[in-house]
């Protein structure tokens, strides 16, 4: 079974200018997540999609961060402008459908990152 | 939300020896406890997990451990390989919250 596919693996960019990374969810799985993880912290979650409609986004800096899951299967993050404290390794996960809230109670399956460097 | 304490942030032990990581959490309400062990380089992956109807489980060296009394959930790793060095996470999910990771631990096993 394939895993979560996520790219660019790495990004270096300067600071106000823009990103995008995007994720491939493992087949099937209709939740999907990204998070952001800083050196030395655990995953922070950004936002939580169920399908291609949002189901938290209430950690997600929305003045310079936009995530959309067209047809409820790939999934961007865009990051526009980027500052220094962007700097960090953003995941994609995603799992299987509950009811519910969506996704509570069920394995994450985790992609490698993206590993972004803003200077 | 739902707020995870993870100790110890760093754990040294010998080839050989045991290791335990612990985890706090807030709301009674949670029911499913991952454990994810991260490589340098790669994205966390789940090592066990366990959930509310269970007090204990075991895969061959790993076993978690849960007390929904006293709200905390136990790692243990037996017979450490150097291989077994990683961050390891905790996670609480379930209710009405998004899943909340703990701050991780570093674990280093010596040759």
């Known amino acids: 079974e394939a895993g979560v596919a996520q790219s660019p693996r790495y990004k270096i960019i300067e600071k106000r200018q823009s990103v995008a990374f995007w994720c491939n969810p493992i087949?099937?799985?209709?939740?999907l997540y990204w998070y952001q993880q800083i050196l030395g912290q655990g995953p922070k979650l950004l936002i939580q999609?169920?399908?291609?409609?949002?189901?938290?986004d209430s950690q997600l800096p929305k003045d310079r961060f936009s995530a959309e899951r067209l047809k409820g299967v790939d999934s961007t993050l865009k990051i526009q402008p980027a500052k220094l404290e962007d700097s960090a390794v953003y995941l994609c996960?995603?799992?299987?459908?509950?009811?519910?809230?969506?996704?509570?109670?069920?394995?994450?399956?985790f992609g490698e990152g993206s590993w972004l460097t803003v200077v | 939300g739902e707020n995870v304490e993870q100790h110890p942030s760093t754990l040294s032990v010998q080839e050989g020896d045991s290791a335990v990581i612990k985890c706090t959490y807030s709301?009674?309400?949670?029911?499913?406890f991952p454990w994810y062990k991260q490589e340098l380089g790669k994205g966390p992956q789940l090592i066990i997990d366990?959930?509310?109807?269970?007090g204990e489980k075991k895969d061959q060296r790993i076993a978690v451990t849960l007390n929904k009394t006293a709200k905390h959930f136990s790692l243990h790793i037996t017979e450490t390989q150097p291989e077994d060095s990683a961050v390891y996470f905790c996670?609480?999910?379930?209710?009405?919250?998004?899943?909340?990771f703990g701050r991780g631990t570093s674990l280093i096993v010596h040759p």
């Open positions: 996960a995603s799992s299987f459908p509950t009811r519910g809230t969506g996704g509570t109670g069920n394995t994450i399956y």
């Open positions: 366990i959930r509310s109807n269970v």
């Open positions: 087949s099937g799985h209709a939740t």
């Open positions: 996670a609480v999910s379930g209710g009405s919250y998004i899943p909340t």
């Open positions: 999609f169920q399908n291609n409609g949002v189901v938290d």
């Open positions: 709301d009674s309400a949670s029911n499913y």
